[in-house]
């Protein structure tokens, strides 16, 4: 089955560590995405790859870092440097480059608490 | 004021009824999206659209490019259909998908 898969779902992080987020596609998909949710708040992007090797900060990157090694994997670090890590992560894939139009497909997402 | 907004933010209905779902947006777009998200969390698409009218079994979206409007209907409701359902555009100004906060839908049997 082709799809997106994010690990783990649940994940505590002491405050000042650093933690990866693991994303995972099987679609042949070149466009990689990674949102935050909030409560009461859109879903807001953190960072987007067009392409292996390459990838843009989206509107809430500070304290966060990405890597896109491989075509099938974007993974997300949240370092200390991010002051609310608390929130559900969702990953998401799309067919080509082009944000604004092509769509996405989402992960089941990973809720990270900061205790 | 958010460039995608939905109303209502919090819907309750009966099982069988017919549930309306607002979304109104402020700019430019080359498509708009129709997003389900059941409690667990995942996220699964359910149209995109750039104009007129889609049908899929009991859910029915349309747009209105020139008013800046798109609705999602549910016909004969049923309590699997809770979640919450975001609208979300492609913006042709920011180049990318801009999300409304979305509403979050209770069917009660």
């Known amino acids: 089955d082709g799809g997106i898969t994010q690990s783990p779902k649940y994940l505590f992080r002491k405050e000042g560590q650093n933690v990866t987020l693991s994303c995972e596609q099987n679609?042949?998909?070149?466009?990689m995405y990674w949102y935050r949710q909030d409560p009461g708040q859109g879903l807001r992007l953190i960072y987007y790859?067009?392409?292996?090797?390459?990838?843009q900060k989206g509107d809430i990157a500070e304290g966060y870092s990405v890597s896109r090694e491989k075509k099938e994997s974007f993974p997300l670090t949240v370092t200390s440097a991010q002051k609310n890590p608390t929130a559900f992560y969702l990953c998401?894939?799309?067919?080509?480059?082009?944000?604004?139009?092509?769509?996405?497909?989402f992960g089941p997402g990973t809720r990270l608490t900061v205790l | 004021k958010n460039e995608v907004e939905q109303s209502p933010q919090n819907l309750t209905a009966q099982e069988g009824e017919f549930i309306t779902i607002n979304c109104s947006y402020s700019?430019?777009?080359?498509?708009l999206h129709w997003l389900q998200q059941h409690p667990g969390g995942g996220i699964v698409s359910l149209f995109m659209?750039?104009?007129g009218k889609k049908k899929h079994g009991r859910l029915i979206a349309t747009i209105n490019i020139q008013e800046k409007h798109s609705s999602l209907h549910i016909t004969a409701s049923h309590p699997r259909d809770s979640a919450v359902y975001i609208c979300?555009?492609?913006?042709?100004?920011?180049?990318?998908?801009?999300f409304g906060q979305g509403t979050r839908l209770t069917i009660n049997p």
């Open positions: 998401a894939s799309s067919i080509a480059p082009g944000v604004e139009g092509n769509e996405q497909f």
């Open positions: 679609l042949n998909h070149d466009a």
């Open positions: 790859s067009q392409i292996v090797n390459d990838f």
């Open positions: 700019v430019g777009i080359s498509a």
């Open positions: 659209l750039s104009s």
């Open positions: 979300a555009v492609g913006s042709l100004l920011a180049q990318k998908l801009v």
